[in-house]
């Protein structure tokens, strides 16, 4: 069984026009959701073995948050620069390509290869936009992270900081 966190970003700060869009951090209200999307994840007795973050700052900042809610070590967090701008096919292949020996893993980066990707592998197939710290969970009745697809998923949840406030 395999189990995956999509996780998107937590909400960015427009503030700092100087900054490229790779390097815009959270905003206030992302500083928040973050950590509270975090704590669900307790709620939901989560375990990861894996997170890996796309490079961008506030995937990064996001990624930390919700891994200290979780008791995630931050500096065993994997950063890969090809979460950035990734296609939907093409995070199915990372996705794909994930070691076998971790079991449960999150993916923290962008839409809308997220969203798209969560509709490609889940059997629901109805999410129209995970907002900003959002967060779609699939589980795979598989052994292998090769053989994930739509015929042997689950959507196990979805879930974003709305639903709190």
């Known amino acids: ?8 970003h937590a909400k960015s700060s427009w503030d ?3 900054l490229s869009d790779h390097d815009r951090p959270l905003a206030k209200r992302g500083r928040t959701d973050a950590p509270l999307m975090g704590q669900e994840l307790v ?3 989560i375990k990861l073995d894996l997170v890996i973050s796309s490079s961008a700052v506030r995937a990064i900042t996001t ?3 919700v891994a200290k809610e979780l008791k995630f070590s931050p500096e065993q967090i994997g950063v890969q ?3 950035y701008m990734i296609s939907a096919e093409g995070l199915v292949g990372f996705i794909r390509s994930l070691p076998d020996e971790y079991n449960h893993v999150m993916l923290v980066g962008h839409n ?18 995970i907002p900003t710290a959002g967060i779609v969970a699939i589980s795979f009745d598989c052994s292998y992270w090769g053989e994930i697809s739509p015929d042997n998923s689950k959507q196990l949840f979805f879930d974003f900081p709305k639903n709190y406030r």
């Open 43 to 45: 709620e939901r007795e």
């Open 16 to 18: 700092y026009e100087e």
């Open 1 to 8: 069984m395999k189990t995956l966190y999509l996780l998107r």
């Open 63 to 65: 990624a930390t948050l």
């Open 112 to 129: 809308p290869a997220f969203t798209e990707v969560a509709n490609l592998l889940s059997p629901e197939k109805s999410i129209a936009n």
């Open 81 to 83: 620069e090809e979460l």
